[in-house]
């Protein structure tokens, strides 16, 4: 039995549109009754869409590529934030835990 091709998603205006940044927009209900359709789409046809519901941005399904980037941007931050704490610790004088419990009455 030969399989029959997927029909092409076509996002109506009433249920997707693009907004201003650039992004596909749709309902929770529009995206729910088509998800597959939606997640290939963002899989292979690299396509970004933002998930609403009441006209407000709830979820977005991305490519993994660019989840993988958020995750390397969000790393880059996290490590630079730890090397700026970590210098400005190094220049405090660090308080003896002892000394610490008697201040905090523990």
């Given at each position: 039995?030969?399989?029959?091709?997927?029909?092409?998603?076509?996002?109506?205006?009433?249920?997707?549109?693009?907004?201003?940044?650039?992004?596909r927009?749709?309902?929770?209900?529009?995206?729910?009754?088509?998800?597959?359709?939606?997640?290939?789409?963002?899989?292979?046809?690299?396509?970004?869409?933002?998930?609403?519901?009441?006209?407000?941005?709830?979820?977005?399904?991305?490519?993994?590529?660019?989840?993988?980037?958020?995750?390397?941007?969000?790393?880059?931050?996290?490590?630079?934030?730890?090397?700026?704490?970590?210098?400005?610790?190094?220049?405090?004088?660090?308080v003896?835990?002892?000394?610490?419990?008697?201040?905090?009455?523990?």
């Amino acid at each position: 039995m030969v399989k029959a091709k997927p029909k092409p998603l076509i996002l109506e205006p009433r249920r997707a549109r693009a907004s201003a940044n650039g992004l596909r927009t749709m309902t929770a209900a529009g995206a729910r009754s088509r998800f597959s359709e939606i997640v290939n789409r963002t899989a292979f046809g690299g396509e970004r869409v933002v998930v609403t519901r009441r006209g407000k941005p709830l979820a977005a399904l991305v490519p993994i590529e660019d989840l993988a980037l958020l995750e390397e941007l969000e790393n880059r931050t996290d490590a630079r934030d730890f090397r700026v704490a970590l210098k400005a610790a190094r220049r405090e004088t660090a308080v003896p835990w002892g000394e610490l419990k008697r201040q905090l009455g523990l």
